[in-house]
């Protein structure tokens, strides 16, 4: 008898698994699960709302008249009059909302100034650069950190668990853009091992590709790892504590089906919770890395674009970025729904 | 009345000795005294600059570009002949500054937004849903953002980077406060007639403040990193201010002639990170067991 019973916690009209799950009522299951990923949906609805208008609100937080601190200080009166026209800055305040909120819903982001291209366009060109280097950060991560957060529970209060946790802390308290430059001076300078710059796209091969993107993705691991590597360490004890892994191993079973099966599994949920914080974190950090390594990313055109003070393409891509973060997370949200059966709902 | 005045002191009392135990607790725990010594030390070196190091950190002497670390230039000299350990020095005033004002005003507003959430319920939604619209960018993203629409001063980085920690932090207030609403004293409080600020003040808040402490200390170590990341990519502090990130981001061209400029500085950025990071850790360990290991 498994020892969750023991208690008489767990009435006999309802069943328990093994590895101390419920077995689900499928029916009521469905439902459940339809009204909850309907309502993360419908939630999402404001979410996206509030984003849109934040981003049309973000030039009005320039100091001073941004017509003129796009055209420069130095540009003509009529010059200034052409960005405002064009910027549609000459309307009132809500007429410009409505019509940005109206371009909007047409999937119209608006134009650079500088790249004489929509801000869609120029978004979607460089975004297989930032994805490889997010995807293959996060396919480092995800099962390195994993390991190593499992390892570090496991082994407790061991040195290996020292260890572990230490290098852990170095990565999520050195700066990736520090640890990148010194990368490139060994890996790509001294060792000559990998390019120091630029970017190889995949059509061109796939081993150039790799050993383009290769270092950057690794540096923008580090943090991660030790991330996740925390986070997992953290959910691993909690699960290693609970009494349906005291009742496997008490049944004999090895200790790799103990933690393989039933430890890992309900540590799931909190790697697939993590995995979407990481996602955004790598986007965002590929910001800074795509600027070490002068990858054409989306990253890097946001900052050129900053410094070139073309608000339009600042705002469009934000703006773009935001909806994909909803989007992450809204699945993240629906996966988790799916794996944990017992989470409840506010 | 007098029965939860009774109360509230029976809680104080036992409230003392635990307190006492905590603080007594936390000088035993190691990483806590790490962490503690090294930031303490970061600190005092920011404010003691100018006794520490007597010269001007943006003076120029262009005769001793590029000398190497030696007894007389403890971190060598950059470019411009300025001596790096002076400009590390000045820098730990901005980048301690602005991890340390993000810090106590995101806390702030977190903790008056989250209670505001969880006590006016009408306003929740509405709250939640700014919250999460703010919290689905990456924080350094949207602090890339508004820093540069607010433009290049040092008091732009600070609010870019409160806007974009405080959505986290109202999560935390409000989770917390919403738990100890539910409570049984804080409802007798409730119907014996104290007032909801009397309740926040008294009950919800004190009840937060452990949790809200362990994620400000980690929000100290993300916003000094995240200020030198931005003054690396030159949306941040701008020179000749001195910044640990804008001070790498000046050392990098020449990083593998005068590979002590970006070094230094760094080191300095890892070692106030990791401090903190350790001081969060014992913290989390010592006031809120459910937060182990923090993020």
Redesign the interface.
Same mark, same amino acid.
């Given at each position: 008898m498994p020892a969750c019973c023991s208690f008489g916690t767990c009435g006999s009209n309802s069943a328990w698994r093994q590895d101390g799950w419920p077995v689900p009522d499928t029916r009521l299951q469905e439902v459940t699960l339809i009204r909850i990923v309907a309502k993360k949906l419908l939630q999402a609805v404001p979410v996206i709302l509030i984003i849109s208008i934040l981003a049309f609100l973000l030039l009005s937080l320039l100091p001073g008249d941004p017509a003129l601190i796009i055209a420069g200080e130095q540009a003509s009166p009529a010059a200034v009059e052409q960005v405002r026209r064009q910027l549609g800055l000459d309307r009132s305040f809500f007429e410009q909302l409505a019509v940005w909120l109206f371009n909007l819903a047409q999937g119209n982001f608006g134009s650079s100034l500088i790249l004489n291209q929509s801000v869609l366009s120029a978004v979607l060109e460089r975004l297989p650069v930032t994805l490889s280097l997010a995807g293959l950060s996060i396919s480092i991560t995800i099962p390195v950190g994993v390991l190593l957060g499992s390892v570090a529970a496991y082994f407790r209060r061991t040195w290996i668990d020292s260890l572990v946790m230490t290098v852990a802390l170095f990565g999520v308290s050195i700066p990736a853009f520090w640890i990148a430059i010194l990368g490139v001076i060994l890996f790509s300078v001294q060792l000559g091992w990998v390019p120091s710059s630029g970017f190889v796209p995949i059509s061109q091969g796939v081993g150039p590709w790799f050993s383009s993107i290769i270092l950057p993705a690794l540096i923008l691991s580090l943090f991660q790892i030790g991330f996740l590597a925390r986070m997992t360490r953290s959910a691993m004890l909690d699960v290693l504590s609970q009494d349906y892994i005291r009742t496997a191993r008490a049944k004999g079973l090895s200790e790799w089906r103990t933690i393989g099966k039933h430890g890992l599994r309900n540590a799931l949920i909190m790697i697939i919770t993590a995995t979407g914080i990481l996602l955004s974190a790598a986007i965002g950090g590929s910001v800074i890395i795509e600027q070490v390594f002068a990858l054409p990313g989306i990253g890097r055109m946001v900052v050129q674009a900053i410094l070139a003070r073309d608000y339009p393409l600042v705002q469009g891509t934000m703006l773009i970025l935001g909806f994909t973060f909803v989007m992450i997370n809204l699945t993240v949200d629906i996966l988790y729904t799916l794996a944990d059966p017992r989470v409840s709902h506010d | 009345m007098t029965d939860v005045g009774l109360g509230s002191l029976a809680a104080a009392e036992i409230a003392a000795p635990r307190r006492h135990g905590t603080l007594r607790r936390l000088l035993r725990h190691r990483s806590f005294m790490i962490g503690f010594s090294i930031i303490l030390l970061l600190t005092l070196a920011a404010v003691l600059a100018p006794l520490i190091s007597p010269i001007d950190p943006s003076a120029m002497k262009v005769r001793l570009r590029f000398r190497p670390p030696s007894s007389a230039f403890w971190f060598g000299t950059d470019m411009f002949g300025r001596d790096v350990f002076t400009r590390v020095l000045y820098g730990a005033r901005i980048s301690l500054f602005v991890g340390f004002s993000v810090c106590v005003v995101s806390g702030l507003c977190s903790a008056i937004i989250g209670v505001i959430a969880a006590q006016f319920r009408r306003l929740d939604g509405a709250i939640m $849903?700014?919250m %999460?619209?703010?919290m *689905? +960018?990456?924080?350094? =993203?949207l602090a !890339? #953002?508004?820093a540069? @629409? =607010?433009?290049p001063r040092v008091s732009s980085v600070v609010i870019a980077l409160t806007v974009a920690y405080i959505p986290a932090g109202v999560r935390i207030v409000r989770a917390a406060a919403l738990t100890v609403r539910e409570m049984d004293y804080v409802q007798a409080a409730q119907v014996s007639g104290a007032s909801s600020l009397r309740i926040v003040i008294r009950h919800i808040l004190p009840n937060c403040f452990s949790s809200l402490l362990v994620h400000l200390t980690f929000i100290f &170590?993300y916003a000094m !990193?995240a200020e &030198? @990341?931005l003054s +690396? /990519?030159?949306?941040g502090i701008q020179p000749p201010i001195a910044s640990w #990130?804008n001070i /790498?981001a000046e050392g $990098?061209d020449y990083?593998?002639e005068a590979?002590w400029v970006?070094l230094f500085p760094?080191i300095a /950025? *890892?070692l106030a &990170? !990791?401090s903190l990071? =350790?001081l969060g %850790?014992a913290l989390g360990d010592m006031l809120d067991p459910r937060q182990? #290991? #923090?993020?």
């Amino acid at each position: 008898m498994p020892a969750c019973c023991s208690f008489g916690t767990c009435g006999s009209n309802s069943a328990w698994r093994q590895d101390g799950w419920p077995v689900p009522d499928t029916r009521l299951q469905e439902v459940t699960l339809i009204r909850i990923v309907a309502k993360k949906l419908l939630q999402a609805v404001p979410v996206i709302l509030i984003i849109s208008i934040l981003a049309f609100l973000l030039l009005s937080l320039l100091p001073g008249d941004p017509a003129l601190i796009i055209a420069g200080e130095q540009a003509s009166p009529a010059a200034v009059e052409q960005v405002r026209r064009q910027l549609g800055l000459d309307r009132s305040f809500f007429e410009q909302l409505a019509v940005w909120l109206f371009n909007l819903a047409q999937g119209n982001f608006g134009s650079s100034l500088i790249l004489n291209q929509s801000v869609l366009s120029a978004v979607l060109e460089r975004l297989p650069v930032t994805l490889s280097l997010a995807g293959l950060s996060i396919s480092i991560t995800i099962p390195v950190g994993v390991l190593l957060g499992s390892v570090a529970a496991y082994f407790r209060r061991t040195w290996i668990d020292s260890l572990v946790m230490t290098v852990a802390l170095f990565g999520v308290s050195i700066p990736a853009f520090w640890i990148a430059i010194l990368g490139v001076i060994l890996f790509s300078v001294q060792l000559g091992w990998v390019p120091s710059s630029g970017f190889v796209p995949i059509s061109q091969g796939v081993g150039p590709w790799f050993s383009s993107i290769i270092l950057p993705a690794l540096i923008l691991s580090l943090f991660q790892i030790g991330f996740l590597a925390r986070m997992t360490r953290s959910a691993m004890l909690d699960v290693l504590s609970q009494d349906y892994i005291r009742t496997a191993r008490a049944k004999g079973l090895s200790e790799w089906r103990t933690i393989g099966k039933h430890g890992l599994r309900n540590a799931l949920i909190m790697i697939i919770t993590a995995t979407g914080i990481l996602l955004s974190a790598a986007i965002g950090g590929s910001v800074i890395i795509e600027q070490v390594f002068a990858l054409p990313g989306i990253g890097r055109m946001v900052v050129q674009a900053i410094l070139a003070r073309d608000y339009p393409l600042v705002q469009g891509t934000m703006l773009i970025l935001g909806f994909t973060f909803v989007m992450i997370n809204l699945t993240v949200d629906i996966l988790y729904t799916l794996a944990d059966p017992r989470v409840s709902h506010d | 009345m007098t029965d939860v005045g009774l109360g509230s002191l029976a809680a104080a009392e036992i409230a003392a000795p635990r307190r006492h135990g905590t603080l007594r607790r936390l000088l035993r725990h190691r990483s806590f005294m790490i962490g503690f010594s090294i930031i303490l030390l970061l600190t005092l070196a920011a404010v003691l600059a100018p006794l520490i190091s007597p010269i001007d950190p943006s003076a120029m002497k262009v005769r001793l570009r590029f000398r190497p670390p030696s007894s007389a230039f403890w971190f060598g000299t950059d470019m411009f002949g300025r001596d790096v350990f002076t400009r590390v020095l000045y820098g730990a005033r901005i980048s301690l500054f602005v991890g340390f004002s993000v810090c106590v005003v995101s806390g702030l507003c977190s903790a008056i937004i989250g209670v505001i959430a969880a006590q006016f319920r009408r306003l929740d939604g509405a709250i939640m $849903r700014l919250m %999460d619209a703010l919290m *689905s +960018f990456p924080a350094i =993203l949207l602090a !890339l #953002g508004i820093a540069a @629409a =607010l433009g290049p001063r040092v008091s732009s980085v600070v609010i870019a980077l409160t806007v974009a920690y405080i959505p986290a932090g109202v999560r935390i207030v409000r989770a917390a406060a919403l738990t100890v609403r539910e409570m049984d004293y804080v409802q007798a409080a409730q119907v014996s007639g104290a007032s909801s600020l009397r309740i926040v003040i008294r009950h919800i808040l004190p009840n937060c403040f452990s949790s809200l402490l362990v994620h400000l200390t980690f929000i100290f &170590a993300y916003a000094m !990193l995240a200020e &030198a @990341a931005l003054s +690396f /990519i030159g949306v941040g502090i701008q020179p000749p201010i001195a910044s640990w #990130g804008n001070i /790498i981001a000046e050392g $990098r061209d020449y990083a593998t002639e005068a590979w002590w400029v970006m070094l230094f500085p760094g080191i300095a /950025i *890892s070692l106030a &990170a !990791l401090s903190l990071n =350790l001081l969060g %850790d014992a913290l989390g360990d010592m006031l809120d067991p459910r937060q182990k #290991g #923090g993020a």
